[in-house]
């Protein structure tokens, strides 16, 4: 099967390629039998105008603002490998922001009259991103709305509850019962944390939390208090990276061997889990992936303006290195 | 001292502001002498058109092109900490694009009629920044050209030599004579071995090099080669942090212990060099202050497109942590 073309529409219709154009761009100057008789051939064959031809037919710039929350995490950027193929392919072209340090950059993107807009991982403020999404396809991609949100807009995630769940499955399976959780804030941090409290109590074990911004001193900070209780967990979940790295820094001033006295979990497995010298447990979250589906969710968008918000979750998985171990009895 | 206004031009001239304005345009419509009277006072008074005033006064975006080498090497995002504040200051907006995944970029950017570009880092291929440089105001930042090469362009960058001389020197004073430099590839690459080999031999120390691009993988080859030498060096000078991470990650596969039997430097003081589980000696080349000083040197530009091109060297420092100590006899 090849993609129909406007010309299939216009055979199908028994009209001229150039009306179908009139009818698809929202002509006035078209009869309602011939709209009508063009609507039928376009839904009978699934006809989806190509954004790229429309944008250029449009006089439109085919850039696609990106919009990352913080360049130093590195999952943004495993976001942005998934993303930028499928921009390509159709004749997108992604420009950049920093969330955190452009929080006017959704007004500047509506103003360079980009094509489209993908926000990527969670904002401080949503506020300026529903007023530009008004005008602008808008995707989120790695991040959720808070529940009851009524932001009607695309969302494409990773499954958190599901990979939480392999993180604390594989630390109750190598016998580990007292857990500790350092938590981040926002709708993917209160998300995170929830799904280790459920997990944790699923499989009987108690779980101690401690809460921070997602960060490396976090990490450190809570590491050291939770270290230093009297009755000290056996292993940690974080809830990413950066916050294990911490914790793990943590273990190592207390002179806490990793593997052996502490098992350390982070989220997100990003380059630096990877890292020979840090060598973390992490639950990949399918960055790449959230990235390409996020790309081809804005391309549907722009083909169907009108079609209803969809939201997509993917499935993650657990990659095993050299932090996690069974405890020491 | 008040920064000279077109006010005060006009006031200095005996004219009209908005003649002042007129002459700043290039108006046909002015006579030869008050043209001449206007430029005078302009000399004299030390005055610059607001770039802002100015961008907005011709209907421009007020954006300004970053275009990043790597977004995966951090050291990109500290110079974008230096850049942003002064853009801002300036009523300016970043937009961002990563050079090695996007090389239309700087064309994107121009179709965009962005106001300026700052291309940080070493591009594979000037072509491009070339030919938009001839409409678009460009800075480089952190990068060189080669000797020789007749692009004029704004340049400000660490001073290399410098940086590279005092992390030799440091090795030497530590007692170390049997030197090892895995170097980068490109002109920074070529400079920074140049200035390896330049300080070595001047404090009487051997060096033997290895070459590749500047990645955590090319370390860690480089590493195991060099370290499983008859006559391994006692030291290592790393192109940059992450080509450094590699090579400690090969002294920890052979069981070297760092510094003990292997001291390591690094290259850019990236956060990867402060993480506590790495903490990496580095040179400090002034990332922060390099992007000042480019938007700076962007602001100037555009103030004054027709001045000759500028090269600007920051000075770097050495922050010492724990890969250095002295060489065990």
């Known amino acids: 099967m090849t993609r129909p073309t406007i010309r299939?529409?216009?055979?199908?219709?028994?009209?001229?390629?150039?009306?179908?154009?009139?009818?698809?761009?929202?002509?006035?100057?078209?009869?309602?039998?011939?709209?009508?008789?063009?609507?039928?051939?376009?839904?009978?064959?699934?006809?989806?105008?190509?954004?790229?031809?429309?944008?250029?037919?449009?006089?439109?710039?085919?850039?696609?603002?990106?919009?990352?929350?913080?360049?130093?995490?590195?999952?943004?950027?495993?976001?942005?490998?998934?993303?930028?193929?499928?921009?390509?392919?159709a004749g997108l072209r992604p420009v950049l922001a920093e969330a955190r340090s452009e929080p006017e950059a959704p007004r500047t993107f509506a103003d360079l009259r980009v094509d489209g807009l993908v926000v990527v991982g969670t904002l401080p403020d949503l506020g300026l991103v529903r007023e530009v999404a008004a005008g602008v396809p808008t995707v989120l991609a790695g991040t959720r709305l808070a529940p009851g949100d009524p932001f009607a807009v695309d969302v494409v995630a990773g499954d958190d509850e599901a990979g939480v769940r392999l993180a604390v499955e594989h630390l109750l399976t190598l016998g580990h019962r007292r857990l500790a959780h350092v938590a981040g804030t926002g709708p993917v941090g209160d998300l995170r944390r929830g799904a280790v409290e459920d997990a944790a109590s699923a499989g009987g074990a108690e779980v101690v939390v401690q809460t921070g911004p997602m960060t490396e001193d976090t990490g450190h900070r809570?590491?050291?208090?939770?270290?230093?209780?009297?009755?000290?967990?056996?292993?940690?979940?974080?809830?990413?990276?950066?916050?294990?790295?911490?914790?793990?820094?943590?273990?190592?001033?207390?002179?806490?061997?990793?593997?052996?006295?502490?098992?350390?979990?982070?989220y997100d497995d990003t380059s630096t889990a990877g890292l020979r010298a840090v060598s973390l447990t992490s639950v990949d979250n399918a960055a790449h992936e959230v990235g390409r589906l996020a790309a081809r969710r804005l391309l549907d968008r722009l083909a169907d303006p009108d079609a209803p918000a969809d939201l997509r979750l993917v499935a993650p998985r657990l990659v095993v290195r050299a932090t996690t171990a069974a405890p020491v009895p």
């Open 8 to 89: 299939s529409v216009a055979a199908r219709a028994g009209v001229s390629k150039s009306l179908v154009s009139l009818v698809l761009q929202g002509s006035p100057r078209v009869s309602p039998e011939r709209r009508a008789a063009v609507l039928a051939a376009v839904a009978e064959l699934g006809y989806r105008p190509d954004p790229t031809a429309r944008s250029l037919a449009r006089g439109s710039t085919r850039a696609v603002g990106l919009l990352l929350d913080d360049l130093r995490n590195p999952w943004f950027v495993d976001v942005l490998d998934g993303l930028r193929p499928v921009l390509h392919a």
């Open 222 to 266: 809570a590491g050291r208090a939770l270290l230093t209780r009297p009755d000290p967990p056996t292993a940690v979940v974080a809830a990413n990276d950066a916050v294990a790295v911490g914790v793990l820094a943590a273990a190592a001033d207390l002179g806490l061997a990793v593997p052996g006295a502490l098992s350390v979990v982070g």
